[in-house]
């Protein structure tokens, strides 16, 4: 774990299971502490998928943004609510396909900070990649750092990946997506995620993270997700768990979250 400065250690509540601390666990990695091992295994006990689905997100993310970088020409990412970095990141796979890709990561997580000080910022291949320590309920503030190292007058995509399930208000969680891409010009692309509330399993899951201490997650049907994507254009296949979209093998188990790639005209 990247050494911590005193401020940051001030913010970090050991003690209280987090989410980002959670699904890196999910992910089998290590940056989490036991609070955050006993909630995560809670939920797994009446919800084994979880950890296929933290696995799964990652690869639909790596899907989505290689078709952005590849087929759409985008050049520019925006990745709000980041989580702790792990094995291909939006600005690795973006790179892969061009060198010249910037990214601005998202967060307001101590830990992400601490993470993301030490390996998310500067220079990759050739693209810059920069961090903003910012909540997504504050837009206003992402928008004006991004807009320091981003060219808003050029396609950018913007991507929140499993994170507005915290939000319990879904006209919130509309108005924030409606900011972001209002400020950004047509050609770019919005990339959304969410767990949704397609099976009683994942719902006790949800039900027992908040029984754990953790911070509550609002499941929403594929219905309420798909009204985050009005006035853009999806790309196919449009909204459909995230083991479905553009998969590279066909036959993978169909899971409770649903995601899309969409284009404003």
């Not at 050739?126 to 007058?153: C, M, N, S, W």
Request: a negative charge; glycine letters at 8%; one cysteine or more.
């Amino acid at each position: 774990m990247p050494e911590q400065d005193p401020e940051l250690s001030s913010r970090l509540q050991v003690e209280v299971p987090h989410a980002a601390r959670m699904w890196n666990y999910w992910m089998g990695g290590k940056d989490n502490f036991k609070a955050d091992r006993d909630a995560g295994d809670a939920v797994a006990d009446v919800y084994p998928e979880i950890a296929v689905m933290a696995r799964q997100s990652r690869q639909f993310l790596i899907r989505a943004v290689r078709f952005l970088a590849a087929e759409a020409g985008i050049r520019q990412f925006i990745d709000v609510g980041t989580g702790l970095p792990t094995m291909q990141n939006t600005h690795e796979v973006a790179q892969e396909v061009a060198p010249e890709s910037r990214t601005v990561y998202v967060d307001n997580d101590p830990l992400v900070l601490v993470h993301a000080r030490a390996l998310l910022t500067g220079s990759g291949s050739d693209g810059l990649i920069t961090y903003v320590d910012a909540d997504y309920h504050d837009p206003g503030k992402i928008l004006t750092e991004a807009r320091a190292v981003l060219d808003f007058q050029e396609p950018v995509a913007v991507l929140f990946m499993g994170v507005m399930g915290y939000e319990p208000d879904l006209v919130v969680v509309k108005a924030i997506v409606d900011r972001m891409m209002g400020s950004v010009v047509p050609g770019s692309h919005l990339v959304l995620w969410d767990g949704a509330d397609t099976s009683p399993a994942v719902v006790q899951g949800a039900d027992t993270l908040v029984e754990s201490g953790g911070v509550p997650y609002v499941l929403r049907s594929p219905e309420q997700l798909a009204s985050c994507f009005e006035g853009l254009v999806p790309v196919e296949p449009g909204l459909v768990p995230i083991t479905q979209w553009r998969p590279d093998d066909p036959d993978a188990e169909r899971i409770d979250a649903y995601g899309a790639v969409a284009r404003k005209p």
